[in-house]
């Protein structure tokens, strides 16, 4: 199905980047010491760290994460991205913005588009608020080639992730129904799994190595992928 509409109907999320390397690590095992009590990607830190990805299980403490801002029914529209910003500029205030981000996201005839230009680690959105049960339903245009993978995630901060993935080598699968065990994020994704650095593995898993000299890329600049209204229930 590269390429063509897909539609969706999930029962429950996430995942970005934020974390430094100049900081403590931390793990199941090692928690983060009291200065930089937040786990996020296996960093410790303060402020954003504390935000949405803080894992309460390998911080200093449960308590030591922010209280995750709880989804209700809802459906998220794109007329534009008035209502996210860059992962490095959320401070937490889930009730005037609805999606965090890494990448270059952009807008087109109501849909929002993920993209991922040559080169590049491609775009990830995740939302700010978190659900546990419910439906979700969207209809998304995967990106095609080789190598390139569009993601539809739902993650909680302790990592209890329902992943869909349409890769070049997609198959069709029967319905299912999946419920994580944790509030979750909802993720969108649009990343190059057959870049020249991933494991063997992966990149056959994905088709093979990225076509960065591809149509779409002398065309448009990136390969991408588009989401359009997202239905939270």
Not at 20 to 47: N, R, V, W
Not at 63 to 78: E, I
Not at 94 to 123: I, Q, R
Not at 156 to 168: L, N, P, R, T, Y
Request: net charge negative.
């Amino acid at each position: 199905m590269r390429g063509s509409f897909i539609s969706l109907i999930l029962s429950l999320l996430a995942w970005s980047v934020r974390a430094s390397s100049a900081t403590p690590s931390c793990s199941t095992t090692q928690l983060c010491p009291k200065d930089y009590p937040c786990c996020f990607e296996g960093s410790c830190g303060t402020g954003t760290y504390c935000l949405g990805g803080c894992d309460p299980l390998m911080s200093y403490s449960p308590g030591a994460c922010t209280p995750k801002p709880m989804g209700h029914d809802r459906t998220y529209t794109w007329p534009d991205l008035q209502r996210a910003t860059l992962n490095t500029k959320y401070l937490g205030d889930a009730s005037t913005l609805d999606w965090e981000y890494t990448g270059s996201p952009n807008v087109t005839d109501n849909h929002v588009v993920l993209t991922m230009p040559k080169n590049s680690t491609g775009t990830l959105m995740s939302s700010t608020q978190y659900i546990w049960y419910g439906g979700i339903a969207t209809d998304i245009k995967s990106s095609r080639g080789q190598g390139v993978v569009t993601a539809f995630i739902l993650m909680s901060d302790v990592k209890d992730e329902i992943d869909f993935e349409w890769a070049s080598t997609w198959n069709a699968t029967s319905n299912r129904y999946q419920y994580p065990q944790t509030p979750s994020r909802m993720q969108l994704s649009l990343w190059p799994a057959g870049r020249a650095g991933s494991a063997q593995g992966t990149i056959d898993w994905a088709g093979g190595d990225i076509d960065w000299n591809s149509a779409g890329i002398q065309d448009q600049g990136y390969y991408s992928a588009s989401f359009a209204n997202i239905t939270v229930r």
